[in-house]
């Protein structure tokens, strides 16, 4: 059974830091991860979706690296925002499942 | 495009309804997943649909189900609703298998009275 475990499971830091939220998993068949953020009560919104093949992934400030054989992926966010307060969930797609498991999020927020 | 819709946003129902949750994939999209969101136990997995038959399910009572149309339009309904029923209700949609990533509609608030 696939577990993802996310740390930290909660972040504050001051505007413009550069921080690293990690993601394991036990399960190293995959068939990619995603990352995604939810903000309180809302849907899923995707931020980077990395290949099984692939080592990273980037879009603007985000950075998103996999290290499938050791079951690790890790998202950068460079010069963080209070606009990227949510919650961050990691979620990895099994080779032989048509689905998605969910680690319990990092909550990140960013004060001004 | 258009992205995942989900109807109704919210829901209020009692104990021991019924309730039909829809959901409305990206246009070419065949593959439609559901996800039960609590704080206690996080997102976990329902089912999933592609191409009108139910290809992966979760471990969730049989009082949960689903259906698929053939324009890739998935349902799902909660018969004889508990109070831990009360969740938010995510559709997500692929291509197939996750090929391109999965995208997630803004979800069905059930809350059961």
């Known amino acids: 059974k696939q577990e993802v475990t996310q740390i930290p499971a909660a972040l504050s830091v001051p505007e413009g830091e550069n921080l690293v939220l990690n993601c394991s998993f036990t399960?190293?068949?995959?068939?990619?991860l995603q990352w995604f953020r939810q903000d309180p009560g809302k849907g899923l919104t995707s931020l980077l979706l990395?290949?099984?093949?692939?080592r990273e992934q980037t879009s603007g400030r985000l950075n998103a690296s996999l290290d499938k054989s050791s079951g690790r992926s890790t998202l950068y966010i460079a010069a963080s925002q209070p606009g990227d307060s949510a919650t961050y969930l990691c979620?990895?797609?099994?080779?032989?499942?048509?689905?998605?498991?969910f680690g319990k999020g990092t909550k990140l927020t960013v004060n001004p | 495009k258009a992205g995942v819709t989900q109807t109704p946003r919210y829901l209020i129902k009692t104990r021991g309804q019924q309730v039909t949750l829809s959901c409305s994939p990206i246009?070419?999209?065949?593959?439609v997943s559901w996800y039960q969101q609590t704080p206690g136990q996080g997102l976990q997995f329902l089912f999933e649909?592609?191409?009108?038959?139910?290809?992966n399910k979760g471990n969730f009572p049989g009082r949960f189900s689903g259906r698929q149309f053939s324009n890739s339009r998935s349902e799902m309904n909660v018969s004889t609703l508990e109070l831990g029923d009360s969740a938010l209700y995510l559709c997500?949609?692929?291509?197939?298998?996750?090929?391109?990533?999965?995208?997630f509609g803004s979800g069905t608030r059930l809350t059961v009275v």
């Open positions: 997500a949609s692929s291509l197939d298998r996750g090929y391109g990533g999965y995208t």
């Open positions: 979620a990895p797609v099994l080779e032989e499942a048509e689905k998605l498991v």
């Open positions: 649909y592609f191409s009108e038959t139910q290809r």
């Open positions: 246009s070419g999209h065949r593959s």
């Open positions: 990395i290949q099984s093949s692939q």
């Open positions: 399960d190293s068949a995959i068939y990619n």
